[in-house]
T-cell receptor, first 110, second 112 residues
Framework: SQTIHQWPATLVQPVGSPLSLECTVE??????LYWYRQAAGRGLQLLFY??????ISSEVPQNLSASRPQDRQFILSSKKLLLSDSGFYLC?????????FGPGTRLTVT | GNSVTQMEGPVTLSEEAFLTINCTYT??????LFWYVQYPGEGLQLLLK?????DKGSNKGFEATYRKETTSFHLEKGSVQVSDSAVYFC???????????FGTGTSLTVIP
């Protein structure tokens, strides 16, 4: 069966520090991968999605970036975090017209 | 453009009450429709789906019917439990599409 992993589960970072969140999927190949952000009490905001290695589509211009160095690995990065980057970050993959979510990373920027 | 509109929460119900969470969509074409549930501190889980008009998705006592004429996909449950307390998201996806469109979520609290 397919599983999706995200780490770390929680993260507290100071403003201006870099960020790297990792997502990996097991049990499938060539999935579509997604990064979402959920601010406190808000809905989902699609940040990036990828249909293959090295292919990244950005939905929201901001100080975040994404990379897909391997088929089942999706990384969200920032060179300098802002306070507004705080939130719950969710990775997801899509197959057969369904989307499956990871457990999320709670990021607090102080 | 494509979008999903959900009723605003929060919704608070007593145990065993009837639940309806409204969801309507705007789309050109015939998308698949989904309900996701998010328990506190967790990711989203697929609750149910419907892929064509008049399909009824169901799971764990929840149901939703794809109504093309009213562009709606309302979530219902006949008797809610405290364990149903969560945030519920309506979403759509076009066949062969890459992007899911999510509603803003509706928070449900069920009190004993």
């Amino acid at each position: 069966s397919q599983t999706i992993h995200q780490w770390p589960a929680t993260l507290v970072q100071p403003v201006g520090s870099p960020l790297s969140l990792e997502c990996t999927v097991e049990g499938t190949s060539n999935p579509n991968l997604y990064w979402y952000r959920q601010a406190a009490g808000r809905g989902l905001q699609l940040l990036f999605y990828s249909v293959g290695i090295g292919q990244i589509s950005s939905e929201v211009p901001q100080n975040l970036s994404a990379s897909r160095p391997q088929d089942r690995q999706f990384i969200l990065s920032s060179k300098k975090l802002l306070l507004s980057d705080s939130g719950f970050y969710l990775c997801a993959w899509k197959q057969n017209y369904e989307q499956y979510f990871g457990p999320g990373t709670r990021l607090t920027v102080t | 453009g494509n979008s999903v509109t959900q009723m605003e929460g929060p919704v608070t119900l007593s145990e065993e009450a009837f639940l309806t969470i409204n969801c309507t969509y705007t789309a050109t074409g015939y998308p698949s429709l989904f309900w996701y549930v998010q328990y506190p501190g967790e990711g989203l889980q697929l609750l149910l789906k419907a892929t064509k008009a008049d399909d009824k998705g169901s799971n764990k006592g929840f149901e939703a019917t794809y109504r093309k004429e009213t562009t709606s996909f309302h979530l219902e449950k006949g008797s809610v439990q405290v364990s149903d307390s969560a945030v519920y998201f309506c979403a759509l996806l076009f066949p062969n599409g890459n992007q899911f469109y999510f509603g803003t979520g509706t928070s449900l609290t069920v009190i004993p």
